[in-house]
Each structure stands twice: as structure tokens, then as C-alpha cells.
């Protein structure tokens, strides 16, 4: 059965960073694309960022327009990890982060970006 458990999130100062973590388990990693999702109160779902299978795929990376520039997403398949790089961070970066792998996500993480 299949686990993802994020980390990371936290408040931060408009302009500051964090780095989320997604610890993965109970498949094999490598084989999956994996991505980044998150929801604001009152707001639909966003996808953010996923990255590819590195051995099937190469680990290609898409972003959504509005993180381009300012967020990387990585994954380390010796780790099983999944991370999300967040600088430059906004006011309207602020939602509960999910990690998810084709129709499975972990509990969230909340990002808040407040001054």
C-alpha cells in the first residue's frame, strides 16, 4: 500500500523560502511520476509541480506559470523523497501542499506566507 508523507511546510515572510519533503513508500519509486499539488481555503485544487520516472523518462520537470522561476521540484530515488524548493514565496503561495502519485496523496502540509 502506498504511503506519502509530507514535511516542510511552515509560515514564512513574503520573499522567503521553504523546502518541502515527501517521504515515499509501499511502491517502487523510480517507476512513478511524482508531483506537487495545493489548496487554498476557498480555491480549487492547483497542480504545481511533478517531475518523471528518471529511469523511464528521464525526470523531466513542469511547473505551473505561476511558481516558474521561483519553485524546483527534485526527487532523490535512493531516498524514496520527493522535494519542492519554494523561494521568492508570495502571499498567494499560501495553501496546504499535498504530495501525490496518480490518484493517491499524503495528508498535507501547510505553507502559510504572511508578513
Known amino acids: 500500500q502506498s504511503q506519502l508523507v509530507e514535511s516542510g511546510g511552515g509560515l514564512v515572510q513574503p520573499g522567503g523560502s521553504l523546502r518541502l519533503s515527501c517521504a515515499a513508500s509501499g511502491f517502487t519509486f523510480d517507476y512513478y511520476a511524482i508531483g506537487w499539488f495545493r489548496q487554498a481555503p476557498g480555491k480549487e485544487r492547483e497542480a504545481v509541480s511533478c517531475?518523471?520516472?528518471?529511469?523511464?523518462?528521464?525526470?523531466?520537470?513542469n511547473y505551473v506559470d505561476s511558481v516558474k522561476g521561483r519553485f524546483t521540484i527534485s526527487r532523490d530515488n535512493a531516498k524514496n523523497m520527493l522535494y519542492l524548493q519554494m523561494n521568492s514565496l508570495k502571499p498567494e503561495d499560501t495553501a496546504v501542499y499535498y504530495c501525490?502519485?496518480?490518484?493517491?496523496r499524503g495528508q498535507g502540509t501547510q505553507v502559510t506566507v504572511s508578513s
Open positions: 517531475i518523471s520516472s528518471i529511469s523511464l523518462r528521464g525526470g523531466s520537470t
Open positions: 501525490a502519485k496518480d490518484a493517491e
